[in-house]
């Protein structure tokens, strides 16, 4: 699937008769079960891992860790999770993001968190999605993926300019 052909699973005509969140869920897991357990996939030389066990985020302890976390956004201040429709339906967008690096549309970068981690970001500029992974091990495990807020922009657009510098901790 070309990057320019990437839509969300629903509009908002479909997604206004969806009756509830536990609905759009149902309907969006199947797309990252294609993607990620049953055709799995490699970025280079390595795995893309998943996390497999159950979640605990309230709503979604039926589904693996790394689903709830693509289809949920914390807020720092609350300390939680809370999904996001705007994510969920773009699920299907992870593998494609990956898959077409190296390319002009990707802007790439890595990124050491708050934590001391660092993570490699995927920024799909054109329709402003973003996924993140980070090394474990061998291989690279999705972290999440989200659509990035006009608030964000500024500060991702400042990290791929400082990464591209040579001015990031991470090589």
Known sequence: MSLKDLKPLFDDDTLSKIQDDDELIKKCYPYYVEDFVTNPFQLGEKKIKIISKKSTIPGLTEYPE???????????????????????IRVHWVKPILLAHPCNEIKYFKWKDEKEVC?????????????????????????????????????????????????????
Do not use: P
């Not at 693509?70 to 994510?87: A, H, P």
């Not at 500024?154 to 040579?166: A, C, I, M, R, V």
């Open 66 to 88: 790394t689903f709830a976390h693509i289809v949920t956004r914390e807020y720092k201040s609350q300390k939680e999770r809370f999904f996001i429709q705007d994510r969920a």
């Open 119 to 171: 993570k490699e970001y995927f920024w799909y500029f054109a329709k402003d999605y973003m996924v993140i992974l980070k090394n474990v091990s061998t291989d690279v495990q999705i972290v999440t993926a989200f659509c990035v807020d006009s608030d964000e922009k500024t500060k991702f657009h400042e990290w791929y300019t400082l990464y591209n510098e040579g001015k990031s901790e991470c090589k």
